[in-house]
């Protein structure tokens, strides 16, 4: 088990991975909240994944990796599974060479995310918003009803305000 404590609280943690994810070659797959005090986040490293996968279809069982954040106070622990356990618990210790790499980069990232966060202005205008981190749960629909009606022209009165003219 890889552990890496970070002085962050929960609710900082999510940005430093993508960031430091990104910065490895990979990306946060997902999100997901486990009760009050820890989230999970799967990566997605597929250029580490490959020569795993290659040498044994099996480590498709253990993939994308997963870390967990546990809050312990003001502070937050990064934990994931050592990639080479993984060879263990597929009685192939002669692959451990290959997930070296896997276990390296989780190692990095982890750490990456437990150091203070100093990122500079530069740093952080050349990121922009994805997708993924778009919360789409309260968007209001351009048109609102099969005949093509926008919210704006029944705003207020009811019915459409301009009469033309």
């Known amino acids: 088990m890889l552990q890496i404590r970070s002085i962050h609280r929960l609710d900082q943690i999510e940005i430093g991975l993508r960031y430091a994810a990104e910065r490895h070659g ?3 797959l997902s999100a997901s ?3 009050g005090e820890a989230l999970t986040f799967t990566l997605c490293l597929p250029d580490l994944y490959a020569p795993l996968l290659a040498a044994d279809v099996r480590f498709a069982a253990f993939l994308p990796s ?3 954040a546990c809050a312990h106070g003001g502070a937050t622990t990064l934990e994931t599974i050592s990639p080479r356990e993984f060879c263990r618990l597929l009685h192939r210790p002669e692959l451990e ?5 896997l276990e390296d980069a989780l190692r990095s990232i982890m750490q ?3 150091q203070p966060m100093a990122r500079t202005a530069s740093a952080q205008a050349e990121h922009c918003a994805t997708e993924d981190q778009v919360n789409m749960r309260a968007a209001v629909p351009q048109r609102i009803d099969c005949h093509g009606t926008k919210i704006e022209e029944l705003a207020g009165v009811g019915t459409h305000d301009a009469q033309g003219g």
Do not use: D, T
């Open 33 to 35: 909240r486990m009760g």
């Open 66 to 68: 997963r870390i967990a």
């Open 26 to 28: 990979g990306s946060v």
């Open 112 to 114: 990456e995310v437990a």
């Open 97 to 101: 060479p290959l997930a070296v790499p």
